[in-house]
């Protein structure tokens, strides 16, 4: 047995085999994944491992070695969801397991290695459960028993495939929300569909049906409409993920301390490079720990309790959706089922997701420590598609609001996705609000409204494009500097300004570019013009609701809301701080008051 070699070639074939037969069933695995979260995603994340691994593995190998090398790197790299991650610790155990052995190409070492591995995938999670992929993983790496009748993996492999389909089979049994909707563990039957394309390659050296290697075929990480209704709400709210390099820790070190965070906890760490899920609600404190041991190079954190009360009690048939930039309350968004596609904050290498892993005060400690200045960027396009791959399996249309265009790209990417869903049933509008902060918000809310008051969709894309222009912000600033930098004034004004120490009003033009106006040469004499700026709106035009917004300046907020009560008469929307992004322009202390004015005026 121990004279018996791999042909790598062979091997990286069959690897390729194993991860186009999963990608070719990842809609199958969407629909039957109702455990840990029936979140409908379970495929759509393996297939985004497999592609990692399909693109990995067309580099050159000359060994056993390089090609388990390349697939556990790839594995690390593009592993998503708990199955995902489990698939890649277990990867990773295998290469790392058969690095110590002698003869690291020959069938004995690859046994070896793959039931020594078990036990890796095993510590990878927290709390294992029998009846999930870890079962199947075990199922099948037991199997592979040497003995005198079967000397080969061309004889090995089929009887593993056997006793990990009857594994498979037999988790509808082991947990009690697989046998209430009658289905396998999703990914479960990932695993076993990439281990039946890997045996079919090897051992009759052909390929899979509707084979995708060399086309371009981009997985698209959709999330299909879950077909079953016995879930129940998530115990915490963001599905949490993290790709570490340079980290300083073991896996055990990092468990015991991201424990106490959440649950679902899964960690996959190889070579000086970790993946870490967890679900939880303190993501920013999940980032903020992480980037103390380690160089974070990928994160999201996906909202469960949205997707949750979505596919449970949706409230609308239109859905509705801006750009982190909208300055709201977080119960608000959630309660009324609004979607929010995430800016970007890239701090020192180091990449923050806006409003979730990062806040406006924390981003002020990071940018004085690291003595830099922080950098924004829109949603990138796969976001966007992934949002209406999920949106438009449960939608009949989908309004988009963005930030204006002129301040952000992020209205063009947009654009550019929904040209892609021509083919879809539903459909989408996107809007430029050429607004942006609290008034992006309070139109956000008025949209809320009408959708709720059960408007037609063309109704309301045309309501809201012809009230965009009554909503107003104005903003005042201590320190121009910040906006001068970021673009978001014009800098020849801006420097005069900013030279004589005068302090103006920062507004939005018609076409939402950035403006000043009424300077004065103190931040007291700035809040008083606003305040008479807004009386003489009011009188003329009636304010139907305001919102006062700050950048880590609660108190100052505060001070000016008791103010506008008193001149106003009615409470504001909400009182909060603003958008990272926001922050990062308008600069530490920085104070605004957005309005909606009542129907028929034009505030500009």
Request: with cysteine; hydrophobic share 40%; net charge neutral.
């Amino acid at each position: 047995m121990g004279s018996q070699s791999i042909d790598y070639k062979e091997l990286q074939f069959a690897f390729q085999q194993g991860a186009i037969q999963l990608i070719n069933e990842k809609q199958e695995l969407n629909q039957i994944n109702v455990f840990p979260v029936s979140d409908g995603d379970t495929g759509s994340n393996l297939a985004s491992l497999m592609e990692t691994i399909l693109e990995e593995s067309k580099s050159e190998s000359t060994s056993v070695i390089d090609v388990f090398e390349n697939i556990a790197e790839a594995s690390l790299l593009g592993a998503r969801g708990n199955s995902g991650i489990i698939f890649a610790q277990y990867f990773n155990g295998i290469y790392t397991n058969l690095l110590l052995q002698e003869e690291k190409n020959s069938v004995k070492s690859f046994i070896k290695s793959v039931k020594l591995a078990i036990s890796e995938a095993y510590q990878a999670i927290e709390n294992p459960v029998e009846g999930t992929i870890i079962t199947v993983i075990r199922s099948w790496a037991e199997a592979l028993n040497e003995s005198e009748q079967m000397n080969s993996l061309e004889k090995l492999l089929p009887h593993a495939l056997m006793e990990a389909r009857q594994a498979l089979e037999n988790t509808t049994k082991q947990l009690k929300i697989l046998q209430r909707n009658q289905v396998v563990d999703a990914g479960a039957k990932g695993f076993y569909l990439f281990i039946e394309g890997f045996t079919q390659a090897f051992v009759t050296k052909q390929a899979v049906a509707r084979s995708i290697i060399g086309s371009n075929h981009s997985v698209k990480i959709d999330i299909s409409e879950s077909l079953h209704e016995n879930t129940s709400e998530p115990n915490y709210r963001y599905c949490t993920e993290i790709l570490l390099d340079q980290v300083t820790q073991t896996k055990e070190e990092i468990q015991e301390k991201l424990s106490t965070l959440g649950d679902s906890l899964i960690i996959a760490v190889n070579r000086g490079k970790a993946r870490i899920h967890i679900h939880s609600n303190h993501p920013d404190q999940v980032l903020n720990y992480l980037s103390a041991i380690g160089q974070p190079i990928q994160q999201k954190a996906d909202d469960m309790l949205l997707q949750y009360e979505v596919n449970t009690q949706k409230k609308a048939p239109i859905a509705l959706v801006t750009d982190s930039i909208a300055d709201l309350p977080a119960d608000y968004v959630l309660n009324n089922q609004i979607h929010v596609l995430p800016m970007n904050i890239l701090i020192d290498k180091t990449s923050y997701i806006d409003k979730i892993t990062i806040q406006s005060n924390r981003l002020f400690e990071l940018t004085k420590k690291q003595n830099e200045r922080a950098t924004s960027s829109q949603p990138t396009l796969k976001t966007v598609e992934n949002l209406f791959s999920f949106l438009e399996t449960r939608y009949e249309s989908i309004l988009v609001i963005t930030v204006a265009g002129k301040l952000s790209g992020t209205y063009h990417t947009v654009k550019e996705a929904a040209k892609h869903r021509r083919a879809a049933n539903t459909k989408i509008e996107v809007i430029d609000s050429k607004l942006n902060s609290a008034a992006q918000g309070l139109l956000i809310m008025r949209a809320n409204e009408w959708i709720q008051s059960g408007i037609g969709f063309e109704e309301l894309v045309r309501k809201i494009r012809s009230r965009r222009n009554q909503f107003k912000i104005l903003v005042s600033v201590d320190d121009l500097n910040p906006m001068i930098e970021s673009g978001r004034i014009p800098q020849s004004v801006g420097k005069i300004a900013k030279k004589v120490n005068l302090k103006p009003i920062v507004s939005l033009n018609q076409d939402g570019e950035g403006k000043l106006s009424n300077f004065t040469f103190s931040l007291e004499g700035n809040e008083r013009k606003i305040v008479q700026h807004l009386k003489k709106m009011h009188k003329k035009n009636r304010i139907q609701r305001y919102a006062v917004v700050h950048a880590d300046s609660e108190k100052r907020a505060l001070l000016w809301k008791d103010k506008l009560v008193e001149q106003l008469g009615f409470q504001p929307s909400y009182v909060i701080d603003i958008s990272t992004v926001i922050a990062m322009s308008a600069g530490q202390g920085s104070v605004a008051v957005a309005v909606e004015l009542g129907e028929g005026t034009d505030s500009r």
